[in-house]
C-alpha cells in the first residue's frame, strides 16, 4: 500500500512561545499578542503593530477566523486576529493530530508554523531574526518528541544571519529534523542565489537537509497594489500566496545555486506545481 504523506500540515502555536522560548536578552522585542477590550489580539513586536505596511485587509483571512472577502469589519485596524475559531484539539494535542492521522489513513506529517510566518517581514535584525527562528525550532521539537516517526516539524531558517542560519542547520539536524524552510521573500535585496547565502545552501547539501521556500507576511507582495484598498483577502491567498516562492526558486535557477549545491533539494511550498511547465518554457525565452 502506497504511504500518504501530509508535506504541508501546520502548527497553531501558542500564542506566548515566543516569550517563553527565546532567549532573555531578546524577549523584550519579540513577537507577542497583546489581548484587546473586545476579546481580539493585536501582534506585537517591539510593542508595535508588527503588520504594518503589510496593507489595508484583515489578517485574519491568513488563519482563516476573519471576515469574507470585500467584507471589511467596522473597526477592525490592521493586527487584529480573532483566534476563537482557531483551534482545534488536533491543532494543540500532538496524541489527538496522530489520531487524525490514522483516521485519514496517512503515514505521517511535515509541519509548518502559522503565527510564525507573520514576523519575518517585519523584523530587519538579524540577531532578532535568528533568535525567532531559534525559540520556535525549540518549542517544534519538543512538542514533536513523543511522536518522532509521526510528526516532522519543519525548521525555519532566517537568511538575514546566514552564520546563524547554518549553526542552526546543525543543530536541527542533530535532534533529528529531517527538513526546513526559508520565507520566501528579498532579504536587503539580494538574489537566494547571491553568493552570501551559498554557506545556507552549502549546509543544507551537506546535511542532506531538504529546504521548503515558504510564503511569510511581508510588506511588498508581488502584485499588492492590484487590489482595491490594498484588502485582498482570498484573491490574496489564492494568487498572491504563489508568486514569491516561485521568484525566490527562479532566481537560484538563474543565479548557479544548483550548479553550485547539485545535491541541494529545494521544494514551492504553498504553491502548487501547475505552473511548472509554462515556468520551465520562459525560463528559456
Known amino acids: 500500500m502506497s504511504r500518504i504523506i501530509d508535506a504541508d500540515s501546520h502548527f497553531m502555536e501558542p500564542l506566548d512561545l515566543w516569550e517563553r522560548y527565546i532567549e532573555p536578552r531578546h524577549r523584550p522585542r519579540c513577537l507577542r499578542f497583546r489581548q484587546e477590550a473586545d476579546g481580539r489580539y493585536v501582534m506585537l513586536i517591539n510593542e508595535d503593530k508588527a503588520v504594518r505596511g503589510v496593507g489595508e485587509f484583515s489578517m485574519e483571512q491568513l488563519l482563516g477566523v476573519g471576515v469574507g472577502y470585500g467584507q471589511k469589519e467596522a473597526g477592525s485596524g490592521l493586527g487584529h486576529f480573532d483566534f476563537s475559531a482557531a483551534f482545534n484539539n488536533s491543532l494543540e494535542d500532538m496524541d489527538a493530530r496522530v489520531a487524525f492521522l490514522d483516521q485519514e489513513g496517512m503515514a505521517c506529517q511535515f509541519i509548518y508554523p502559522t503565527l510564525g510566518l507573520l514576523w519575518e517581514g517585519q523584523i530587519d535584525d538579524p540577531e532578532l531574526a535568528a533568535a525567532h527562528c531559534r525559540a520556535y525550532n525549540t518549542w517544534a521539537v519538543e512538542v514533536c518528541a513523543a511522536h518522532r516517526q509521526r510528526l516532522f516539524p519543519v525548521g525555519h531558517l532566517s537568511l538575514r544571519h546566514p552564520q546563524a542560519a547554518v549553526q542552526e542547520l546543525e543543530r536541527l539536524a ?76 527562479t532566481t537560484m535557477v538563474y543565479d548557479g545555486v544548483f550548479e553550485r549545491f547539485p545535491r541541494l533539494r529545494v521544494a514551492t511550498i504553498e504553491a502548487a506545481s501547475g505552473w511548472v511547465v509554462e515556468w520551465l518554457d520562459r525560463l528559456d525565452y
Open 174 to 249: 542533530r535532534a533529528g529534523v529531517r527538513t526546513v524552510f526559508v520565507g520566501a521573500l528579498p532579504v536587503e535585496g539580494k538574489s537566494f542565489g547571491c553568493p552570501d547565502f551559498d554557506p545556507v545552501w552549502a549546509s543544507a547539501q551537506e546535511l542532506d537537509m531538504a529546504v521548503g521556500l515558504h510564503l511569510v507576511v511581508h510588506r511588498d507582495y508581488i502584485g499588492h497594489d492590484w487590489y482595491e484598498d490594498r484588502r485582498p483577502g482570498f484573491m490574496y491567498l489564492s494568487m498572491n500566496t504563489i508568486q514569491d516562492p516561485r521568484m525566490a526558486l
